[in-house]
């Protein structure tokens, strides 16, 4: 069975642009984390997904955004990049509304120049 | 904001010696989770403890969970050079609804 997927793998960016991570579960999960990594830090929370509603959010600002489609998948997105956007941006699924075992896809590596 | 808190940040260690990580969290917990990073890569789930257990074991991996002092230590014996890597605690909040991680404790074993 395929693991979780994400894309792109790397993505450079410039200041003030926009960027759009997409995540694909593990078939048949409903639920959907996203996870901000800084170099060096354990990963922070960002938004949960599950069955298509936000039931989590992190302190990020607005910039961030979220949505989970029909088919589980999800899609973050990033307005006006900052320098410090620069970070691995993890998505993990899970079979249910969370608390449970989650699993990580490999990560998109995004750096703003 | 980081709930949980890895202790030690880093460690070295010997092939075949044992490896104690410790973790300190917050408040109020359903479940603890240990995670593996290797490389800056995605996280592979080691190990969940429920807040009415006090251990389990899963191959070389032992945890522990204190809620009366909201710790948890994670124990691997008989380290291999295959186990370095970056290990996380992570703890549930909101209803598990929120996962928050903690720094990570660094574990170099050397062959």
């Known amino acids: 069975d395929a693991g979780v997927t994400q894309s792109p793998t790397h993505l450079i960016k410039t200041r003030g642009q926009h960027v759009t991570l997409r995540c694909s579960p593990i078939?048949?999960?409903?639920?959907v984390s996203w996870y901000q990594q800084v170099l060096g830090q354990g990963p922070q929370f960002i938004f949960q997904?599950?069955?298509?509603?936000?039931?989590g959010r992190g302190n990020f600002p607005d910039r961030f955004s979220a949505r989970q489609f029909p088919n589980y998948s999800s899609e973050l997105n990033v307005n006006a990049l900052l320098l410090g956007d620069s970070a691995l941006y993890l998505c993990?699924?899970?079979?249910?509304?969370?608390?449970?075992?989650?699993?990580f896809g490999p990560g998109t590596r995004l750096l703003v120049l | 904001s980081q709930q949980g808190e890895e202790d030690p940040q880093a460690l070295s260690i010997q092939e075949g010696e044992n490896a104690t990580m410790n973790c300190s969290y917050k408040?109020?917990?359903?479940?603890l989770q240990w995670y593996r990073q290797n490389s800056g890569r995605g996280l592979v789930h080691l190990i969940l403890?429920?807040?009415?257990?006090r251990e389990k074991h899963s191959g070389r991996l032992r945890v522990t969970l204190d809620t009366s002092k909201k710790s948890s230590s994670l124990l691997i014996t008989a380290s291999r050079a295959a186990d370095t890597a970056s290990y996380f605690c992570?703890?549930?909040?909101?209803?598990?609804?929120?996962?928050?991680f903690g720094a990570g404790t660094r574990l170099f074993v050397k062959a």
């Open positions: 403890i429920r807040s009415n257990e």
């Open positions: 993990a699924s899970s079979s249910d509304r969370g608390g449970e075992t989650q699993y």
């Open positions: 992570a703890t549930d909040e909101g209803g598990g609804f929120k996962t928050i």
């Open positions: 408040t109020s917990i359903n479940n």
């Open positions: 997904y599950y069955e298509k509603e936000e039931r």
């Open positions: 078939s048949g999960h409903k639920s």
